[in-house]
T-cell receptor, first 112, second 111 residues
Framework: NAGVTQTPKFQVLKTGQSMTLQCAQDMNHEYMSWYRQDPGMGLRLIHYSVGAGITDQGEVPNGYNVSRSTTEDFPLRLLSAAPSQTSVYFC???????????FGSGTQLSVL | QQQVKQSPQSLIVQKGGISIINCAYENTAFDYFPWYQQFPGKGPALLIAIRPDVSEKKEGRFTISFNKSAKQFSLHIMDSQPGDSATYFCAARDSSYKLIFGSGTRLLVRP
């Protein structure tokens, strides 16, 4: 049972490049979400999904897109990377209602 | 705006002491209040949680105290151990299932 798997673990981008952070869970969780963690800012919700085909915005959605075509996968797309998007990104999932979130191990992203 | 305010930012406690971390919120629609623990290089993990109809919840050395009228809740770690050294986040869930986190407290327990 792998839990929540995030890839890649580390990524360096140049300003303006696009990329997709992958997130997959094998626990059949309906709820999935993306957070970014910055020093002194805690964890801020980017986007979340309560089931396949349903997504919604969190606190800081600008510059990011998501889709949820399957229960297992919830990729996060950076459309045109900016230095302000340098952060550690965490994907999380839960059975429902965002209770007991299971987090992945994170992706450290640097935008130069 | 910061919907969940957490303090202190950092905390140093001697082994065996009590660690106390506080959180405050404004949104009365929040219906679930968890605490997460994060070790360096790892994702956060659920530690303990409480609902607003309960004033206190205890699990081992960890206790949440909840004051609904003051819109405050706190985490108490009794008999703190060096292995408790981590970053702690409080959080609150709104009616659309968004889980909003506080800014985190870095706890160091000295041997």
């Amino acid at each position: 049972n792998a839990g929540v798997t995030q890839t890649p673990k580390f990524q360096v981008l140049k300003t303006g490049q696009s990329m997709t952070l992958q997130c997959a869970q094998d626990m059949n969780h309906e709820y999935m979400s993306w957070y970014r963690q910055d020093p002194g800012m805690g964890l801020r919700l980017i986007h979340y999904s309560v089931g396949a085909g349903i997504t919604d915005q969190g606190e800081v959605p600008n510059g990011y897109n998501v889709s949820r075509s399957t229960t297992e996968d919830f990729p996060l797309r950076l459309l045109s990377a900016a230095p302000s998007q340098t952060s550690v990104y965490f994907c999380a999932s839960s059975y429902g209602g965002s209770e007991k979130l299971f987090f992945g191990s994170g992706t450290q992203l640097s935008v130069l | 705006q910061q919907q969940v305010k957490q303090s202190p930012q950092s905390l140093i406690v001697q082994k065996g002491g009590i660690s106390i971390i506080n959180c405050a919120y404004e949104n009365t629609a929040f219906d679930y209040f968890p605490w997460y623990q994060q070790f360096p290089g790892k994702g956060p993990a659920l530690l303990i949680a409480i609902r607003p109809d309960v004033s206190e919840k205890k699990e081992g050395r960890f206790t949440i105290s909840f004051n609904k009228s003051a819109k405050q809740f706190s985490l108490h770690i009794m008999d703190s151990q060096p292995g408790d050294s981590a970053t702690y986040f409080c959080a609150a869930r709104d009616s659309s299932y968004k889980l909003i986190f506080g800014s985190g407290t870095r706890l160091l327990v000295r041997p």
